[in-house]
Nanobody, 126 residues
Framework: QLQLVESGGGLVQPGGSLRLSCSAS???????IGWFRQPPVRRREGVSC????????WYAESLKGRFTISRDNAKKTVHLQMNNLKPEDTGVFYC????????????????????WGQGTQVTVSS
């Protein structure tokens, strides 16, 4: 398992942007990275996912066009660029990792991943 640390959360006004980062210790090739969001009093939900090479990505349907995931394996970091943020995007964002072959169907489920960060709070409010 990897040690994952998220950063970049904060308070932003509606329409604003944030860039989340997920840094991993012991980062190695072959890890799929996912971002999940947990709104208040709701279950954790898949936001985005990227294959180990970065060539394949997945986004929750409602977020397409606003969020972009990318990775820099040399820097052992995965980013989630979030634009045009809305109040309903508020929640704790977690990054997760698993060393397995990428399939888009895995990105929606928390049970697909076995390493998790501690989360970073994102609050979208005026």
């Amino acid at each position: 398992q990897l040690q994952l640390v998220e950063s970049g959360g904060g308070l932003v006004q509606p329409g604003g942007s944030l860039r989340l980062s997920c840094s991993a210790s012991g980062f190695a090739e072959g890890y799929v990275i996912g971002w999940f969001r947990q709104p208040p009093v709701r279950r954790r939900e898949g936001v985005s996912c990227i294959s180990s090479t970065g060539r394949s990505t997945w986004y929750a349907e409602s977020l397409k066009g606003r969020f972009t995931i990318s990775r820099d394996n040399a820097k052992k970091t995965v980013h989630l660029q979030m634009n045009n943020l809305k109040p309903e995007d508020t929640g704790v964002f977690y990054c997760a990792a698993v060393r397995r072959k990428y399939r888009s169907s895995m990105c929606f489920w928390t049970t697909s991943f076995d390493s998790w960060g501690q989360g970073t709070q994102v609050t979208v409010s005026s």
